[in-house]
């Protein structure tokens, strides 16, 4: 980008990869694969054009909930390392366009998804925005290191909107796949906050490995391990899914119960030395992404 | 150095531009929302 000769750029319109970022689109891929999954193992599939809309519609949503989480927290975006470059806290936007792009897109997005699918679907996305930036960014976040347990059912529901979008209704399996990405935020944001642990510590968010250091973060992130083991399993015995899914389900979880063993024998309290933390937010990323495939493929290729 | 008027301009037409082709697609997208909503067989 060009320099600009002028003291306050946060006075220019915002340039369209500002606006972009706002939505913080690396975010978006995981939520939107995990509402198309949701979509794409329901029993019965909306016509076409109506199924994009509706992942269309959550991939919206979930731009207006990054927009609105950096609105409100602009002065501890500016304090980390990591997010000091997003274009609010360096200047380059100014703070109420992103506020007023936020509410936009979050509006628009229901509107669309309530004109596309149903009702059931645009309540359940009108509900996920308010939980992220009300219940999680606004309240939980700032209070409590038990922020992302409760936090991380707002990223739970795009599998379940994405059902609902399709069927109309509630099911075992979308419940299933809600609790799967509920109980897998803690271990998955945990890891990462070990190994950033200072940035958080600098902007005052009361993480785990912040508030009661390493140790217990890292029992914390086993139990979670097992018990998202336990329920990402589920499904196969229960017979909501078939064996593509279950065999994938188990060497899956096998591989996230080594990595989080390994964890918890870590000792080490430099960011440096946090190998294994890093390997299992590497790993559980890649997890979510090939077990919600699995749920797809079992559907397709099984039944 | 780039003059604040030229990147003000430059910045402004960038966003009509985008703008303009987002709510041509929404309007594209809308029509075939509608027929697929009626239920209207090609």
């Known amino acids: ?303 | 150095m780039v003059k604040l008027e030229e990147e003000v301009v430059r910045r402004q037409r960038d966003r009509a531009r985008i703008t303009a082709w987002l709510l041509g697609a929404f309007v594209v997208l809308l029509f075939f929302i509608t027929i697929a909503k009626t239920g209207i067989n090609w």
């Open chain 1, 1 to 303: 980008m060009p320099a600009i000769e002028m003291s306050n750029p946060a006075a220019l319109p915002a340039d369209w990869r500002d606006i972009l970022a706002l939505t913080k689109p690396r975010v978006m891929r995981l939520v939107v694969f995990s509402g198309l999954c949701g979509l794409l193992a329901a029993p019965e599939l909306p016509p076409l054009v109506l199924g994009f809309t509706a992942i269309l519609c959550i991939a919206l949503a979930a731009g207006a909930c990054g927009a609105l989480n950096q609105w409100y927290e602009v002065e501890l975006d500016a304090k980390m390392r990591r997010t000091a470059k997003r274009p609010l806290p360096a200047g380059r936007m100014d703070r109420g366009a992103a506020l007023h792009f936020g509410v936009g897109l979050g509006a628009f997005s229901v509107l669309l998804m309530g004109l596309a699918t149903n009702l059931l679907a645009a309540a359940l996305l009108a509900a996920s925005i308010l939980f992220y930036v009300l219940i999680y960014t606004v309240w939980l976040k700032p209070r409590t290191p038990q922020n992302i347990v409760i936090g991380g059912a707002a990223g739970a529901f795009p599998p379940l909107i994405g059902w609902v979008a399709a069927t109309g209704h509630f099911a075992a399996l979308p419940l299933l796949l809600f609790g799967i990405i509920f109980l897998w935020t803690p271990p998955h944001f945990w890891a990462l906050s070990m190994f950033v642990r200072s940035d958080y510590a600098a902007a005052g968010i009361p993480m785990l490995p912040v508030v009661a250091g390493p140790r217990t973060t890292r029992k914390q992130i086993f139990v979670y391990t097992l018990l998202l083991a336990i329920a990402a399993v589920a499904p196969w015995p229960l017979g909501l899914t078939g064996p593509i899914y279950g065999v994938t389900a188990i060497g899956l979880n096998l591989g996230f119960v080594i990595l989080a063993a390994r964890v918890l024998a870590n000792r080490a309290t430099e960011p440096a030395q946090m190998d294994p933390e890093k390997k299992l937010f590497a790993y559980s990323i890649v997890y979510l992404f090939v077990l919600f495939g699995a749920v797809v493929a079992d559907r397709w290729l099984a039944w």
